[in-house]
């Protein structure tokens, strides 16, 4: 039973260029979530969608930033025109969406480390 | 502004001994709270979680304490291991139909040999 899966786990790109982050959620598991983790910071919320949904998008920068969850394939975190700002780690996660808080656990991939030259 | 404070970057226990991790927060909405566990190049893994009907909930080596009135928890590991060397996060939220975690900044445990 394979876990939440994402890819690259490294991505580096030139200042300008788009940035696309692959996450492959647990089998079974209809919800995905992105957080962005900084350099010292802790994890913070992005997005949070549901299959051909988007349930909350208020930890997403307004500008050059979009996910997606379509009906087929993975759910893909967009960034255009990257900054160096970008550079963090991206960790998806995924649930069945019964309560992470109450009735199941948030599994976690491992992340892409996106690097903006 | 952050709603979930984990105020020690870094915490240096001998093994064998007690670990303490402490979180703090600030919505008083907030209630579940959750540690997770993270190694470096691994996803963050579910840990304990206690709900705020509780004052305390214990799994093996793992105890983790709420007090609603401080708005403060704590997550204590005895006896520490080489294994729990690790970055602790603190998490809570609003339990409901659309869960959203909120992480704190982590806080960096070392077991010293």
């Known amino acids: 039973n394979a876990g939440v899966m994402q890819n690259p786990r490294h991505l580096v790109r030139r200042r300008g260029q788009e940035a696309r982050l692959r996450c492959s959620p647990m089998k079974g598991h209809s919800h995905v979530y992105w957080y962005r983790q900084l350099p010292e910071e802790g994890l913070k919320f992005m997005v949070y969608l549901q299959k051909e949904n988007i349930i909350d998008e208020s930890g997403m920068p307004k500008e050059r930033f979009s996910a997606e969850f379509p009906k087929e394939g993975p759910s893909i975190l967009r960034i255009q025109q990257v900054v160096r700002g970008d550079s963090a780690a991206y960790f998806c996660a995924s649930s069945t969406g019964t309560g992470v808080l109450a009735n199941e656990k948030l599994f976690f991939g491992s992340g892409t480390q996106l690097s903006v030259l | 502004d952050q709603q979930v404070k984990q105020n020690s970057p870094s915490l240096s226990v001998q093994e064998g001994r007690i670990s303490i991790l402490n979180c703090d927060y600030t919505n008083s909405m907030f209630d579940y709270f959750l540690w997770y566990k993270k190694y470096p190049a691994e996803g963050p893994t579910f840990l304990i979680s206690?709900?705020?009907?509780?004052d305390k909930n214990e799994d093996g080596r793992f105890t983790v304490f709420l007090n609603k009135s401080a708005k403060h928890l704590s997550l204590h590991i005895v006896p520490s291991q080489p294994g729990d060397s690790a970055v602790y996060f603190c998490?809570?939220?609003?339990?409901?139909?659309?869960?959203?975690?909120?992480f704190g900044k982590g806080t960096r445990l070392h077991i010293l040999p």
């Open positions: 206690i709900s705020s009907i509780k």
């Open positions: 998490a809570t939220g609003v339990s409901g139909r659309d869960d959203k975690i909120i």
